[in-house]
């Protein structure tokens, strides 16, 4: 992924809050309905507000870079499983909208 996106993203969401290494993204290639997959998403960013999302939902679109949101990762429909080289939108870091 380019890294001029990557640093954007983690001027929107800070530094410890976007997973670019390979280690990091295995857990988020798959859900509870497949094994792991062969396939990375190109970065996870967590972001910690509703701006935060807007933001990093306009540079994908900008860049048009496909997006999933994610939230446990529990569901049974492959939902969540991302594209290579797309972007994972890790909820974890929310509790409301």
Not at 62 to 89: A, F, H, Y
């Amino acid at each position: 992924m380019d890294s001029k996106v990557l640093n954007r993203r983690k001027e929107i969401v800070g530094e410890g809050y976007l997973l670019t290494s390979p280690e990091d993204l295995v857990c988020y290639s798959y859900d509870a309905s497949q094994p792991t997959s062969d396939e990375l998403p190109g970065a996870v960013v967590m972001p910690g507000s509703v701006e935060e999302i807007a933001t990093i939902l306009h540079l994908a679109n900008e860049m048009q870079i496909k997006v999933v949101p994610r939230g446990s990762g529990t569901n049974l429909s492959g939902g969540t499983i991302p594209p290579p080289s797309g972007v994972v939108i890790s909820m974890l870091r929310m509790d409301r909208i």
